[in-house]
Every structure is written in C-alpha cells, then in structure tokens.
C-alpha cells in the first residue's frame, strides 16, 4: 500500500475539457479499483490547478498517468524537474498523517465514505520548516490522534489537506517515532502563525479553503 499526492496546472481556457475528461476516465478507474490496483482515488481543482489523491495495492509504481492517461497532457502546462524533465503531474510531500497503512486489509473502508474533501493553505514562506517541524513532532508523538485517511501534502508553501467524511478515527498500529510529549496543548493558535489568509472566502475559509471536487471513486 503506498499514498500518493500530485499536483498539475491546467492551460488557461482548459479547465472545462479537462474535467470532462477526467470524468469520462472514471469507468477505466472503477475498472482499476475492482482489479485491486488502487484502493481509492479523488481528484480536486482550484480555478487551473489540480490536485490528485489516490491510494496504490500493488507494490509497482502506479504512476498518474496510467491512471488519467496521457491523453489530458495536451491540456496541462509542462512543469519542469530538477534535471530539466518534462513533467505534467509533480509529487507533493507527505509532512502530515494521522495514521500510515500496515497491510490492505488494515487500509481497506469498512463503509465507503460520503465524500472525500480536499482543502488548501498558503503558508507564510519564513514559517515553513517550523510548521514541518511541529507537525512531525505531533505525528509521531501522537499516532493515530484524528481521522485515519487525514493526510497533508506540500509543494513550495502550499498545504493539500486530503480527508474523508464522515471521519473515521482508529489506534494507530505502528509506535511513533518519537517517547517525547512536546506536542503543544495550544496547537490551532498556534498554527495560525504560520497561515496566509484567503482574501474572497467565508471566515470558516479563512485558512483552510474547500476545493472542488471532479471526481472520488
């Protein structure tokens, strides 16, 4: 079982053929997940950027592209590596996780969940190793402490924030790295430190911004 988190920007004026794609894919991705290749996958949009979760069985690497197929990468703008490669869906890092799959059967949904919600912030760029830091800290000192399928990912200074709902909440299997107890008790004051405001939302979206969803299956 592997947890993947990608991110891809759209063509400016491709947004809508995009999503019609992305959903005419779903009956090859039900296919995908009866054939016990994936367990689940959900993909998100804010105006051009896409935000792709999903969750692999087998121990080959699945890439996004055998999932969307190439078809879409007309419709997405090259986002070059390191080494100069032409890339369409970039790796956004796990830093957060409530809880860490031992075996497929451990992972698997008793009940499959409502929805799935993706959710974005922006942090204060001189903010983000502390932000890193705190949030190791809390993992591992606190295994297993909120929704099992929580997860957040990070390219640059943007979190992705991948749930399900209902939440579902379970003891962690695996011990946590760390036998300290630092974990701050007053831990959402403090992470507004870190955040950037959204200027055009509610003020229950005032950090933490609901994202569309395309497609969770």
């Known amino acids: 079982m592997k947890r993947h988190i990608f ?46 979760y999903y969750e692999s069985i087998e121990d080959n690497y699945i890439k996004p592209k055998d999932l969307i197929g190439e078809t879409v990468e007309s419709f997405l703008e090259i986002l070059p590596g390191v080494m100069g490669q032409e890339r369409y869906w970039v790796p956004m890092a796990d830093i957060f996780h409530y809880n860490s799959p031992v075996s497929v059967e451990h992972w698997r949904r008793k009940t499959k969940p409502e929805k799935s919600v993706g959710r974005i912030l922006q942090l204060k760029p001189e903010t983000l190793s502390r932000y890193i830091y705190y949030h190791y800290q809390y993992q591992e000192e606190k295994p297993g402490d909120g929704d099992k399928y929580g997860i957040i990912g990070i390219y640059e200074n943007l979190l992705f924030f991948y749930t399900e709902y209902p939440t579902y909440e379970e003891a962690a299997i695996q011990k946590g790295k760390l036998n300290t107890t630092h974990t701050p008790s007053n831990w959402s004051e403090l992470m507004e430190e870190h955040f950037l405001s959204w200027e055009d939302v509610s003020e229950e979206e005032r950090y933490w911004r609901y994202i569309e969803t395309i497609t969770y299956l």
Not at 20 to 47: A, G, P, W, Y
């Open 7 to 52: 991110k891809a920007h759209i063509k400016k004026g491709m947004e809508k053929p995009v999503i019609e794609f992305i959903r005419d894919r779903e009956t090859f991705l039900n296919q995908m997940i009866r054939e016990q290749k994936i367990m689940t996958i959900s993909i998100f949009r804010f105006h051009q950027t896409l935000f792709l």
